[in-house]
Structure formats: C-alpha cells, structure tokens
C-alpha cells in the first residue's frame, strides 16, 4: 500500500488497526496507530525510516511492487527503535550496500538491535545530502525521545519528516490532519502521546523547536512516524507542542484512588464535592487507578493543576495501582502541579505518608497534611474530607 504525498514523495508505510498496547504494555493505544516511512523520488531515491518488526516482510514486500530496489540511493534512519527500523534486516537483505544516514547514537543502537554493520554515514545538525531538485538537512533531536533521534527537512518541497515528534497513535485511512472528522480525537491522542512520552523532555521540546523556528524555514507539511500527517496549518502542532511543554495545565483537579471497601473512594467524591463548592467552574475528575488506564491517568494528571492521590493501608503500604501510578508520575518528572495526599486506614496507617513522601520525590507543592480517616468514614471525616476539597479549591 502505498499514497502519493506530492510530486516527489510517497507514504509507503503501515496502518496497524488492532494495535492495542505500545512499549511492550506500558501505553495503551485505542485508536490504532501508523507507522510511517516515506519514499522520496528524486534525481536520487531516499527510503526515510521503515516499519515495526512485525510487517517487516510485508514493507518489503509492497515496497517492491512500488519501486525496483536497486534504485534505492539512500536509506535514512531518523530514529532507531524498532518500531522505525524494524524492516531493515529484511531490507538490507535486499540491498546491503545502500548508505544509511543516521546520528552516530543510531549506528549504536540498530546495531545493538540487529548485531549487524551495515553502510553507515554518520551525520550531525546542519549536514547536507544533495538528492537534485531537493536537499536534505539532517536536525538532531537528542532525547526526543531517544538519545539517538533526528528530523530529517527537505528543501525545495518545505517538508519536515520530524519522526517521533508531533506524531499520534491514531489510524486513519485519509492519513491527513484536516481529512480527520473528529479533531477532538485527534488532538486527545496527540495529547497524550506527548503526556505519556515527551514531557520528561519538555525543556528540550522547548528548545529543538526555538531552534527549528531559527532556521527560518517554511514548513508546508510535517510527516511524523506514528498517526497523520500535518498538511492543513502544520505549525498548529508546532504551537501546541510549546504550550504542552511550557508547565502545562488547564483548570482541572484530579482526584485519583484506589479503594477496598469503599471508604477512600467516599473520601475522594467528598473532597470533589467541597472543591466544587467553591469553584463551580473548574473541572473534576475522579480516576480509579485500579480500574482506570494508566496511560489516561496520566493524561488527566498532566491537564491537571492540582492532583489528589488516595489509598487505604494495606501491609504498612499503599495498593499496588496506586504505588505503580505514583510511580509514573514521578518517571515523567510533571512541574508546577499541586497535590494532597488521603487515604483509609484500619490500624497501622502509613499510605497516607507514603504518598506524600512520593509526591514529594515528584517535585508537586504539597497543599496541605495528608487526610488519613481510621475504617470506613463518618460524618465527622466527611466533614473533614469537604473542606479539605474548599481549601484545595481555593489554593
């Protein structure tokens, strides 16, 4: 399968509809995703990225009903996880000789994959590889969000192949951002793949696209590796990706908890219930951990300008969502969130203090001491659990 982008460029990736889990199982996806390699045709013939490993003989395949591989003048590797480079054993099978250009941290890492030393050409930011009518300019990308990641601009047609960045799990046949019907899914799956995936790196998003913005260039289309490509008012993306990195937060409060027999869970909707009693605006969200995708969690906590995160003690901790949870947000290094910490006990109760120690390690204000309610809440704990939900609302 194969579309044509332009004069010079073709898609000739792969739409993977039942993809349901990404990173082995640690991001869910829901709406399937793509991976997206593209063949540019020009006085020299440039193979831009590959496939995920599993249709690697597929790629190869349909790639020859496209073009004769010999013709093949370079390969360029943007990114060398396998979910980029996984059809190049296959191809290079086909074609050992053909260049592949790519950063130094990628020859160590496909080769770290694949065990194999195939025609390297190391490049760096600003290197040139003329193909006629068009250049490419190779831009490093250190950490976004592989130590070896680069974007790829092609000159003449203003294309960006900008690899994981600005990228979605999202599949979608039309494969363009303004033949997308419902853009709220769209931007809900670019969101949270820059939640669950780039905001460790927010500062350098910052910075890559300050530097991109220097170059001066136009940008007609960005071509990312996973979801559609941005053809319709590309820097949209470009813009959301600096607010998303700039602390970002909307005015919602999170509530997470799991539960055993239903007394942290009181607790949390008493608390939502104070917060709205003073801001009727503000949005609400309550999140069971144990039940909730983790992937989602995390999304609403990065939307999120202040967070609850509750758990009753069980064997002097907290429940295994909850700590696993807790454990991400920390990963993802979030930055001015606010949080408290509640929770249930019968009768050692440390997972209040747990929390909080772990909130701490994450770097969010901590509004207030923790609410810790021995068994199942009364009146008077409620009463306790409401205000604590005002003075949340109002810091």
């Known amino acids: 399968m194969f579309f044509k982008i332009n004069d010079f460029v073709k898609w000739v990736g792969k739409i993977d509809w039942d993809l349901t889990k990404f ?121 976004l969000h592989w130590p070896d990641t680069m974007m790829t601009y092609m000159s003449g047609e203003d294309i960006l192949f900008s690899n994981d960045a600005f990228g979605q799990h999202f599949a979608s046949e039309q494969m363009y951002n303004d033949l997308v019907a419902d853009q709220d899914e769209l931007f809900a799956e670019a969101i949270k793949y820059y939640a669950n995936i780039l905001t460790p790196f927010s500062k350098l998003v910052i ?105 009753p003690t069980i064997n002097q901790t907290v429940l295994h969502s909850v700590a696993g949870i807790l454990d991400m947000i920390k990963s993802l290094k979030f930055r001015d969130k606010n949080a408290i910490a509640y929770g249930t006990y019968g009768w050692s109760g440390e997972s209040t203090k747990i929390i909080k120690e772990e909130l701490e390690k994450a770097k969010f204000s901590i509004i207030d001491e923790p609410l810790l309610v021995k068994w199942n809440p009364d009146e008077e704990s409620l009463k306790k659990a409401f205000d604590l939900g005002i003075k949340i609302s109002k810091k």
């Not at 590889?129 to 068009?134: E, P, R, T, V, W």
């Not at 539960?259 to 801001?279: F, H, P, Q, Y």
């Not at 605006?281 to 609403?300: A, C, I, Q, S």
Request: glycine share 6%.
């Open 207 to 311: 910075n890559k696209i300050k530097e991109l913005q220097g170059m001066k260039v136009p940008v007609n289309m960005i071509l990312p590796s996973h979801g559609i490509i941005w053809r319709d008012n590309p820097m949209q993306i470009v813009e959301k990706y600096l607010e998303w990195a700039d602390n970002y937060k909307e005015n919602q409060i999170t509530l997470l908890y799991d539960t055993m027999w239903n007394g942290t869970k009181r607790l949390a909707e008493t608390i939502a219930k104070g917060i709205k009693s003073v801001d009727e605006e503000v949005t609400v969200k309550l999140m069971n951990t144990g039940k909730k995708d983790k992937n989602d969690v995390l999304t609403e906590v990065f939307k999120s300008k202040t967070i609850g995160v509750g758990s």
């Open 23 to 143: 990173h082995g199982e640690e991001y869910s996806v829901s709406r399937g995703s793509s991976y997206n390699s593209y063949l540019i045709e020009d006085e020299k013939t440039v193979l831009i990225d590959t496939v995920w490993e599993p249709f690697s003989k597929e790629f190869v395949q349909n790639l020859e009903k496209v073009i004769d591989l010999d013709k093949i003048d370079y390969i360029v590797a943007n990114h060398g996880e396998i979910d980029h480079s996984g059809a190049l054993p296959d191809l290079m099978e086909k074609i050992p000789n053909v260049p592949i250009y790519c950063t130094q941290n990628a020859v160590d890492s496909i080769k770290g994959h694949y065990h194999k030393d195939w025609n390297f050409n190391v490049v760096k930011t600003g290197d040139i590889l003329d193909i006629g009518k068009n250049t490419l300019v190779f831009i490093e990308a250190r950490m």
